[in-house]
């Protein structure tokens, strides 16, 4: 959501405020109901995929509402759409921008007549198409989900392990920059959260390494070796780009 920041009125001042009540709502809403779906399905039964699911299930039968299922799916299905398109325009953005300004291809600067940056878009689709056959390799679907899902979360976490580098080298290189937000507390306060912010990307990228246990993701080796040429392949582009 941080490129919509400068869509905001006095972003310094509102932003930090969406990002804490935001942090808020995350932590509470995520905590509570996985610790609801992990109290009403059993361990052993729990699926990584499907496991909101299955505890909607055992609430409707329970309640004999059974035929509100299929409301119910729908509704997630609608949600999940909703998240995808938020995760697909958000680096499409940072993209365009840096095709506008000449730092990517410029084909990649093309828009439609409201904004949409439609060449991004196929790119994405194309590699996005690409990454599917992740399907063929794994030895179900539970398991071809969460090595994408452990990829995806990894390249997230590699670029914000370089946010959080930049953060302090430009404190430091660029001080007397005006900055509509600034962490409080000087060089102490960019200190701890930047090494905050890496050490939690740097446990995060390490624990996508090992899958739960009541996946079947087949050997561990091949699991651990689509990850790293996963990630490899996909962070190569941008030093092509900028060689």
């Not at 949600?79 to 995808?84: E, H, T, W």
């Not at 398991?143 to 979360?153: I, R």
Request: contains cysteine; proline residues 6%.
């Amino acid at each position: 959501s941080a490129v919509h920041a400068d869509e905001v009125e006095k972003p310094g001042h509102a932003y930090p405020r969406a990002i804490l009540y935001s942090t808020i709502i995350i932590i509470l809403s995520l905590v509570l109901s996985s610790l609801a779906i992990s109290v009403v399905v059993p361990n052993h039964e729990l699926s990584v995929v499907t496991g909101l699911l299955q505890a909607y299930h055992i609430f409707l039968v329970a309640f004999h509402m059974e035929w509100a299922e299929s409301i119910v799916a729908t509704l997630i299905i609608i949600g999940g759409i909703g998240g995808v398109a938020t995760w697909i325009i958000g680096p499409t953005k940072g993209l365009l921008v840096a095709a506008q300004d000449g730092s990517a291809p410029a084909f990649l600067a093309r828009t439609t007549k409201k904004g949409v940056p439609i060449n991004i878009l196929m790119v994405q689709a194309t590699i996005f198409t690409a990454l599917c056959s992740v399907f063929l390799l794994m030895p179900t679907v539970s398991s071809s989900y969460w090595v994408l899902t452990a990829m995806t979360a990894q390249l997230a976490m590699i670029v914000y392990v370089a946010l959080f580098a930049a953060a302090v080298w430009l404190r430091y290189k660029h001080p007397h920059v005006n900055r509509p937000y600034k962490i409080p507390f000087g060089k102490l306060g960019i200190w701890l959260t930047s090494l905050f912010g890496l050490i939690s990307c740097l446990v995060a990228i390490g624990l996508g390494f090992f899958p739960p246990a009541q996946l079947t993701v087949g050997r561990i080796a091949v699991y651990e070796a689509i990850l790293v040429v996963g990630i490899i392949v996909l962070t190569l582009p941008p030093f092509i780009i900028y060689l």
